[in-house]
C-alpha cells in the first residue's frame, strides 16, 4: 500500500533539507545572529532514506536547506537520486533491494495519469511558454520528480550541472524586484544580480516549470506585488506570493503582519485582472493568470486559506529528523534509527508509523497555537 495517514490523505511528497545553513538572513526568516544549529548527515545517508520512501509511494523529493546549494556535493547527490527514477512508483522489497525489478501493485493513478502535462520551456524571451501552456497539476512526466528549492544566489553557475545530474525543475526565493529593497529583506549587500542570473540560466537551460517564491511580510515588501506581476510577465517565470507563517527566528509574526490572499487579488488587479485557473488538489498554491493570458501567479496562502486537508508532505530535516507538518512540536529521529543497524524494512516501518501521526492541521493565529519546534530555516521550507 501507498504512504497514507490516519486521515487517508496519501503521501507523495517529501521535502529533504540537506543542510541548515543559509548566506541569507532574510528578516522574515532568521535573526542573523543564529548560524547552523543541526548537523547534516552523508549524502549516503539522506540517498537511503530516500530510496525506502521511493518505494513506498513517494514521487516528489524537494530538496532544501537552509540554502542547499552551500552544500558542497549536491550535483552529485542529485545524480544520484535520479537514479532512482527507474524505482519511482515500484514497491519497497523486503531484503532491502531497490524494488526496480518487482512488479508495482501500485501504478499512477488514472487521474494523475491523464492529467499529466509536461510544461516546454519557453524558446525565447518573447515566447511566455509557461503562461500559456497551463497542466492542472504540477507533477512532470517523470515517475520521480526532482526538485529544488533556492535562494539562487549561486545557481547560475549550477543550473546546468544539476539539469544534466537529473533535477527536473527549480523554485528561487525572491522577495523583492527592486534590488536596493532585496538588500534590505535579504540583509546580504548585492544578492540581486546574482538571484537574477541565476532565474535567467535556470530557465535557459529548461529547469521548468520555473517558479518565482515571494513571502510578503507587511511593511516590507507589500509594494513589490504588481512589480512583481510585471516581472512574471517579462521574465516568463510563474510568480507565487506566500503568506507569512509564524516559523521565524525572531517571533516577529501577528495576525496583521500578514499580507493575505485577498489584499493579494486586489492589488494586483490594480495593474491587470487575474482570473483563477484549476490547480491539483494537493498543490499548495492557487493558480491565476492575467486576463490576457499572459503570465502565471500563484498564492500560497496556508494563514487565509489553509490547505491541511490536502497536505500530501512529509520533511526530513538536515539531521535526519522526520517531521510530519511545519508545525509539529516534535520530530521523529529516523537517523538514530538508521545508526542502530535497522534493516530498509525496519526504516520502512518507522516511516509509517511516524507517518500515522501526522497532524489534523495547523492552528496559526488560534488560541491554542504552539510555535514549531523548530523555525523554518533549520525544518526546510
Ligand atoms: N534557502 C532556500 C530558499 O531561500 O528558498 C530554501 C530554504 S527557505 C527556508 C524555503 C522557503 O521558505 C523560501 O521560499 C522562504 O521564503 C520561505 N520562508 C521562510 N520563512 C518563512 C515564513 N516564516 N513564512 C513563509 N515562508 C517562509
Partial sequence: MPLHDKFGRPITDLRLSITDRCNYKCVY??????????????????????????????????????????RKGVVEFVRELAKLKA?????????????AAEAAPFQIGEGQKKRVTRRSAPRNDNDFGGARDVPLTDF??????????????????LARPLRDAGLTRVTVSMDAVDPDRFARITRVPGGFDHVL??????????????????V????????????????????????????????????????????????????????RP????????SETARRYRFDDGIGEIGIIAPVSHPFCGHCSR??????????????????????????????????????RSVVQKKEERHHIGEPDFVPASRTMVHIGG
Fill in 29 to 70: 526568516c532568521r535573526t542573523g545572529n543564529e548560524g547552523a544549529l543541526y548537523g547534516d548527515l552523508a549524502f549516503d545517508d539522506y540517498l537511503r532514506m530516500v530510496r525506502v520512501l521511493v518505494g513506498m509511494g513517494i514521487t516528489k523529493i524537494r530538496l532544501t536547506g537552509g540554502e542547499p546549494l552551500l
Fill in 87 to 99: 524505482q519511482g512508483l515500484k514497491p519497497h522489497s523486503k531484503d532491502g533491494a531497490s524494488g
Fill in 140 to 157: 512532470g512526466a517523470d515517475p520521480l520528480d526532482i526538485a529544488l528549492t533556492t535562494n539562487g544566489h549561486v545557481l547560475a553557475q
Fill in 197 to 214: 542570473a541565476g532565474i535567467r540560466a535556470a530557465r535557459r537551460v529548461g529547469l521548468w516549470p520555473l517558479k518565482v517564491n515571494c
Fill in 216 to 271: 510578503l511580510m507587511r511593511g516590507f515588501n507589500e509594494d513589490q506585488i504588481i512589480p512583481f506581476g510585471m516581472f512574471a510577465r517579462e521574465e516568463g517565470v510563474i510568480v507565487r506570493f506566500i503568506e507569512f507563517m509564524p516559523l521565524e527566528e525572531d517571533r516577529v509574526w501577528s495576525p496583521a503582519t500578514v499580507v493575505t490572499l485577498d489584499e493579494i487579488l486586489a492589488r494586483m488587479a490594480e495593474y
Fill in 274 to 281: 487575474l482570473v483563477e485557473i484549476p490547480h491539483g488538489r
Fill in 314 to 351: 512529509i520533511r526530513i530535516t538536515s539531521d535526519g529528523k522526520i517531521r510530519t507538518c511545519l508545525f509539529s512540536v516534535w520530530d521523529h529521529d529516523l537517523y538514530a534509527v538508521m545508526r542502530r543497524g535497522a534493516s530498509d524494512e525496519e526504516l520502512a516501518e518507522f516511516m
